[in-house]
Structure formats: C-alpha cells, structure tokens
C-alpha cells in the first residue's frame, strides 16, 4: 500500500479556474454550427471505416485504382469516387497543431570560381510546441492518466527514510522543485524531448531524416510509450544538410550550430509560454495556467553531447575528465551560467592559453550558442534521462560485459556456445540453439534474453569468483534500473550493484583483458553514475527509453517516407502525417462521442488519495490494500482455480495416457509416479492401488497469474506457465515431426521450515521437477476432496547456504532410496515457474547437455535470479508479495 503527500495547498498548484470546453467539445460545437453530422464528410459510419481503411494502408496511387474498381462504383458506391475526392474528405478533417516549414540559409567557408563563399539552403520543418502542449493537455482520451500537481508517494505511514516511492513524474523530484519556483495557482507543463537520426533509405541511398518527438510528463508512462496512444507528437524535423559549402575542418562545428540554431527555431514559443504560462483547457474540462518548460531530453549518448555542446569525449552531466571516466568517484556537475559565459566569451578570448585549457581541456566545451540558454527554469545538464538500450543492453552489457567474460572462459566462445546451447527449455526464456558466435544482428529483445541466463552462464566454470561477481552486478544494476517504480531502498540497491562493480572489475585487467587500454574511461560506463540522481529526478527509467523513439520511427518516418516518391520527402511526409494524424484524431473524437473512449482509465497499482502536505504520523493515512488478482474469463475448455488455469487438451494424445507411458524414460519420465500416486490415495484416505494398466488424462501446461508488484504492472509480465507436456513421437509412415517433452521446473508451496530461507521470500518454498499434470481416472473409486488437478513433481534439495564463489544457491535432485523422490500435490501449491541453470563441476560443459537433455544428465543447477522481474525482486530485493 502507498500513501501520498500533495504539494503544499498554499501554492495551489494544478489549480482550475473554471471550465473549458476540451478540443473534442469545441469540435463537436463547430459542427453543430456548420450543420454538419457527427461523421463530418462521410456519408456513415461503413463509409468512414472504409475511408480509414484506405488512408491507413492504402497508397495514393493505388486508392485511384481501388476505387476506380467495378464493385466499388457499382455495388459500395462511396461519396468520394476518385482520389481527389477522397483526399479532400481527409482534408477536411480537424487537425492537431500546423505545419510550418523555414529556408535557413548558409554561409560555407569555401570559395566558388568568383571567389565567393559558398553558399547551401537548410530547410527545418516544425510544429509550434505551445500547440502541441494544448493538444496532449487539453485530450480528453486522456482525461484519466494525466497529472496535474505533482505528489510525493510513501510505502510507509510516517514516510521514514527510504520509504519514497518513484515511478511517474509527477512523484518525482524535479516537478516539486519546479512547482516551488513558480506563481501560486500555476501547472506545469514538463516536456520531455527526444531526437535522432534516422536512415530512410533501407538498400541504397543516403536519405535520412531527424525527427523531434515531444510528449508530457503530465501523461502518465504506460501511455505515453506506447505508440497507439499518440501521446508523443511529432514536433519537427531538423534538417540533415550535407553541408558541401564548408570545409572538413568547419563542417563539424557548423553542424553542431545549425542544430542549435534550428532547435531554437522550434522552442522559440516556449521562453514566453514557460515564463509567463498560457491559458489552456485541460482534458478534464478545467481553465488552467500552464508553464510548459523542458524538462527531460531522450537522446542516445553522441546526442546528449550535441545538445550539451560538449565533445564527446566528454560527459553531458558532468565535469569528469576523460581519463577518469571509470573512476567510481563523483564529480561536479556542469553548471549552466558557467558553460554560457565560456561560449560567449569564446569569441574574443579562444586565442588565448588559459581560456583553451578551461574551455577544451578542463570542460570540453564547443563553441556553439545552445538552444537551451533562454528557456525558463531548464537545467540542459540535469534534463538528460538514463537510457536503457544504448548504454545498458546494447552498452554496457553487449559491447563490454559479454566481450570480456568471453575472453577469460576457458575455451573463449566456443565454450559461451555451448553453454547456450545447454540452457534449458523454459517458456520465458530464448534458447540460442547455435550460440552466440553465429547471431549477425542483434537487436534490444535478444539483449534482455541473454540477460536472463548470462551470469548464471558465466558461475558455471569462471576462473574467478571476482568474475562473477562482475557479471552478477552488472545484471543486478540493469534489472534494478529497469524497475517500474522504486523506493529508496531499490536506489540503494542500485547503488550497492554499482559498488560491487567497481570493486570487482580489476580482475579484467589482471587478466589481460583491454590489455590495450588498460583502463575503463568507458562513456557507458560513466554514465551508470548519474542513473540514481535521474531516476530521482525525473521517475523510472522505463518511462525514457530510447526504444521508444526508434518505435516512433516507423511511424512518423520511415512510413512516410516510403509513401513519398522520394524527392522532396519531408514536405510531403509532413502532409501524408497530417492526414494519418487527423485520421487518428477523428478516430478518437468518435469514440469520444459515443463514451467510448479508445484510451481506457490506467489500471494503478493502488489508488492514490489527496492527503495532507507534510508527512506526519496523523497526516499520512492509510491508502488501501494492493488490489485482488484480475483474471481474464476463460472458456468453456478451461478450469479455473484460484489464480490458476488449466486449458484440456483436445489432441487424443492427452487422453487415456497410460501409467507405462509416464513411468518411460522415453516418455514422461515419470519414473515413480505409481508408488508416489498409491501414498497420495492412501493420504487420501483410498486403499486402492494404481496399477500400471491404468490410464490418466493429461494437461500440457498450467497457467498462473502472479500477484501486481509495485515493480511490474503490465499483465502480459504477470502471466506465469508451467508446462508439463509429453514428447510426440512419430508414427511410422506419416509426416509428424518429434518434439521432446516439455517439464518445467517450478517453486511449490511447502510447509517446511527453513532456516536459509526463513527471513527471505523464499520461505516456505521449494524447487521441484513438475513431470506430470493429470486428472484421476472416473473409475477410481475414492472421493478426491482436492482444489484441482494432481500433479506428479520430483523434488530438488532443499536451499541452503549460497555458493560462496557464485553467491547462487546450488540445488541436486533429491532421492529415495537412490531413486528420484517424487510426489503427488494438488497444483495449487505450484507458486511459479523457476530457471535452474546447469552447473558444470568438470571443466568444459559436457557435450551431451543440449536444452532437452541438460536438465536429465546435469547433476548440480545453479537457481537463476534474473529469469524475470518478478523472480529478481523475490530473490535480489526480498519482495515477499512476488507470490
């Protein structure tokens, strides 16, 4: 449960000062004025869901053809019957925020055959940001996600130390440092900013675009990145001039000022709007003052240093050198009055000794007038965000982490093969069925696969307890920074993984590894500093990720451009968005009109109330209980048993399984299901005894639906599978192809003690093998008093102390009387699925694991903590409400 502290009543911030129609309204208004029908140019709604169809998937030349076709003349019979026509309709429709397109002229210091300087045209296409601030503010598809105050949010009554609750913007520090500054009664606006450069052209060519993206931080994160929410506009394209009239040697600079200059262009609007607020009808109906000021910018790491106007040799926040970029020390940060006073006095003083060694050396300056330097209550070297693809997954993990524990495994990348290759099978997990040698082009998804078994596959045969180390850290700082929300203590959690890093990350160099350079002055390295004053600053990281600007690429580019003829592309990619956009818009003022909106209200962790502005005892009240799990209805084929589900299975082959198939090696290797199933009858009080003739019917998986964590809200993360599936095996003389049985492992509910695990989330729990998911037989004749179906499971040892070296639990299948101690449960005490991880104690991985044998013939497993979310925060975070 949270509980919440609002921003002090005095400064009314947020506050309404009476009604205003919201942009739907004034819609809707104009059309009752012009007598126009709520489906404006269509004749009804079949003929605007056909005209939606066309624009959306359709090209124009090809929409001509489509309804130039007999059947569309002579039986559909649309109002618009030519492409003009057509697109005068689509024209027609309301439109966002207008196109504006400026020729920016350029000077080069080359000379032409008259000895004139050369010069080039720059053409910067943009949107006025105070308009597209009144189009996300005042949406009413938005009216339930959008914050208008900011709050402070506790996971304990009296808001001690480390009980602060980050996730959304609004509970983060920046917006209460921001809303203290300014007038009594205003809301802020924080526009968080991303760009980056763009191929257009896929196979030949050098086309390229570099789009602007602008959202809120007033939306709440779930709906700002995703990409069918619209709750990013398109804010402009910078222009990607060659640059011909200049110099090799002014061409670099020249870039980095036309890209400031053009961005100044475009936020131009933003120093008055910031300063002074602007009137704006909010989706909830209300007139309210608001300030939008920049806040965040999304960029990947060269970017960063272009807005910052820093070599990138540098670091965008700070004052480090570059030669102690891996030093795990803090340095000051950059200082805003202190940078614009260097590049204004470049002019006149870069002549000089001292001035080149404070502006280049000290601080790593260029000489470029920023387009930061007026806007109000901006900090630029505060705005940057952490960045999870470029410096973590892809960064720090791929690019560094993989490179060197590969250089140090004996056996080098064979051996990185073949441990992939042994991982086994599991639902949530990639199996790289060749390695990773022989993967060409990896993307952000495979990533976070190999995240998921990488330091459990570099335990199992380092050279160094100190490499292990280094790989867990890593991995723990990834997931942490990952994180949904967080408290003080996940930030210091963070901290603590940094720590372990840096104290362990010696043994690489001791190794040989970078033997070259023998050091870590790393960017992405660097960067992992700044994660826990950003993440304070401005809410998790998930809510900033540049993945979600490469997504917007797809739409608000590279579609466009391949709509184009590619000649004189962003004029008419500005067009083909504008009407895709009104489209879009129209789209949701329907579903506005008819109270069904196509942006439902968030689903919160728990609902949040208005309480008092200091945090007291007597002030900070009880909000509520974490909500009940929510499952979805489920079919007739389908048994649902408190939060779990089982589907039957329709394919003959689940049914009638008799008990030889399920003892067979070959088959379920279910290898003392009999004996197991004659103690569970007789603890049912039975005195019948199962004989090897008798045959089960079979389940393929169980699904479990895990408790919400403050940690992970999004219901496909919740969703949890079991498999228990038996192998196909081909009859003679057809096509079917064999598949090996799927059996996962899983954590099952126990009521032993232990005391390892007793203080840990990990109580009452331990591992086992499910082999079996079966109904009872109609004919047996006792009554079964169970909450659902049987399972047969084959128990592993209990937790014990971690492994020193690894810090992972070790686990070996249990016996009884040298063979495998199984049993029969009822599948509700299956709590979750789990990832053992094979521990090799001979050397090499052994060439006979592969991912359906590895989990028979390994003999030691490694307990994985980071197969998901979930699992880590269990494990890494003690967060006893994972199950």
Known sequence: ???????????????????????????????????????????????????????????HNKTESFLKLPIVTDRVKPSFDKKKTFLENIDSLPIGATWKCEQ?????????????????????????????????????????????????LYDDPLGVEGSEVINEMSSARWWWKIQERLPDGSTAAPLILSSDKTRLSQFSGDKSAWPVYLTIGNINKDTRRKASSHATILLGYLPVAKMDCYSDAARAVAKYRLFHFCMGRILEALAEAGANGVDMACADGQLRKVHPILAAYIADYPEQCLVACCMENRCPMCKVLPTQRGDHVPFPKRDVDETLSYIHRYDQEHHTAQFKKEFIADLGLRPCAPFWAGLPHTDIFEAFTPDLLHQLHKGVFKDHLVSWCTEVTEGGEKEIDARFKSMPSHPEVRHFKNGLSMVSQWTGGEHKEMEKVFACLVAGNATDAAVIRTADAVIDFIYLASLESHTGRSLAALEAALDTFHENKQIFLDLGVRAKQKHFNIPKLHSMEHYVAMIWLFGSADGYNTEASER????????????????????????????????DRFTAYLAWCTESLHIKPRTTIVPIVALASEPTAAELVRVSKRPGVQTAAVSAAEVLRRGYRIAKAHPPALRGIPATFLEDPAGQNATVFLAALKTYLGNKGSTYKPQSFDCFDLFKRVTITLPVIPEVSAPL???????????????????????????????????????????????????????????????????????????YVEWFTPFSRPDPKSGYYVLRRSTRRHKPYGEIIDVDRIARNCFLAPRSEHGLTDTRWTTEEAKELCSAFYFNPHLDIHTFCMVKLNQKGCI
């Open 1 to 59: 449960m949270w509980y919440t502290r609002t921003f002090p009543e005095s400064k009314k911030a947020g506050k309404a000062y009476g009604n205003s129609k919201a942009s739907f309204e004034k819609i809707r208004d104009e059309q009752i004025l012009t007598g126009s029908e709520i489906l404006g140019p269509f004749a009804d709604e079949e003929e605007w869901e056909l005209a939606k169809w066309l624009i959306k998937n359709v090209g």
């Open 104 to 152: 920016i002229p350029l000077q080069g210091d080359l000379v032409d055959e008259d000895g004139r300087f050369r010069t080039d045209v720059a053409e910067l296409w943009f949107r006025d940001p105070v308009e597209c601030v009144k189009e996300l503010i005042g949406n009413p598809a938005f009216k339930h996600c959008i914050e208008y105050a900011p709050s402070r």
């Open 552 to 583: 917007l690429h797809i739409d608000y580019a590279k579609a466009g451009y391949r709509a184009s003829n590619k000649k004189d592309y962003i004029a008419q990619m500005t067009l083909w968005l504008q009407r895709q956009e009104a489209v």
């Open 717 to 791: 993360k919740l969703k949890n599978v079991v498999r228990a599936s038996p192998p196909v095996i081909p009859v003679a003389g057809t096509r079917a192809v064999p598949e090996p049985r799927l059996q996962d492992f899983a954590l099952i509910r126990t009521a032993e003690a232990n005391p390892v695990t007793a203080a840990t989330a990990l109580a009452g729990l331990r591992v086992a093998h499910v082999r079996v998911l079966f109904t009872m037989p109609s004919y047996f004749p006792a009554p079964f008093n169970t909450t659902g179906p049987p399972a």
